[in-house]
Antibody, heavy 127, light 110 residues
Framework: QVLLAQSGAEVKKPGASVKVSCKTS????????IHWVRQAPGQGLEWMGI????????GYAQKFQGRLSLTTDTSTSTVFMELSGLRFDDTAIYFC????????????????????WGQGTLVVVSS | QSALTQPASVSGSPGQSITISCIGS?????????VSWYQQHPNTPPKLIFY???RRPSGISDRFSGSKSGNTASLIISGLQPDDEAIYYC??????????FGGGTKVTVL
């Protein structure tokens, strides 16, 4: 069973940084990309970025360029999301989610979806 | 890049069918079949219910179906049930090598 287990809630002051972890299990860690998505209170979903655990390549939404850093620890099958320069409107639930993957003739491709999701981590930015 | 456009709410009686639309552009839905749909009940993470526009994951009821035409994707829920009451989000891969979500549609079972 594929599971993504995230770290606990955080309360941070404006200007600080937060680092959220997403520990994966139930599959070969380096085979699937991991996305990060956030959801502000009562609002919709917002894609933040993606990381390829095989090599560490990343892609970020333009909105988060320069503030967002995604990294991995292959020894523990864990992905980390660090957001710096926190503002009040960064208050949200942050989710990690795995992208699906299929292979044909030795070439592998993304399904470009989000499945499964971690349970979410609430980050509150408050003075 | 603006979010995909979904109706804010859709409602139906038990047993009825409803359709949720998701309107994008030539930079996302119009070019790629990488459209997926998610169901979110309160205080839970989203759950994948459709991907690649027309593919249903194992374990998802066949009351859910998906389609795509031009810049618009659609999710059809047939035989509406009380547990279908949730918020539904569409998502698409984009030409900028990013992903984008719709604003979400609240489904109410009357």
């Amino acid at each position: 069973q594929v599971l993504l287990a995230q770290s606990g809630a955080e309360v941070k002051k404006p200007g600080a940084s937060v680092k959220v972890s997403c520990k994966t299990s139930g599959y070969t860690f380096v085979n699937n990309y991991i996305h990060w998505v956030r959801q502000a209170p009562g609002q919709g979903l917002e894609w933040m970025g993606i990381i390829n655990p095989r090599g560490g390549g990343t892609g970020y939404a333009q909105k988060f360029q320069g503030r967002l850093s995604l990294t991995t620890d292959t020894s523990t099958s864990t992905v980390f999301m660090e957001l710096s320069g926190l503002r009040f409107d960064d208050t949200a639930i942050y989710f990690c989610a795995r992208d699906g993957r299929y292979c044909i003739g030795g070439n592998c491709f993304l399904y470009n979806n989000f499945d499964p999701w971690g349970q979410g981590t609430l980050v509150v930015v408050s003075s | 890049q603006s979010a995909l456009t979904q109706p804010a709410s859709v409602s139906g009686s038990p047993g009825q069918s409803i359709t949720i639309s998701c309107i994008g552009s030539n930079s996302d839905i119009g070019t790629y079949d990488h459209v997926s749909w998610y169901q979110q009940h309160p205080n839970t993470p989203p759950k994948l219910i459709f991907y690649e526009a027309t593919r249903r994951p194992s374990g998802i009821s066949d009351r859910f179906s998906g389609s795509k035409s031009g810049n618009t994707a659609s999710l059809i829920i047939s035989g509406l049930q009380p547990d279908d009451e949730a918020i539904y989000y569409c998502s698409s891969y984009t030409a900028n090598s990013t992903w984008i979500f719709g604003g979400g549609t609240k489904v109410t079972v009357l």
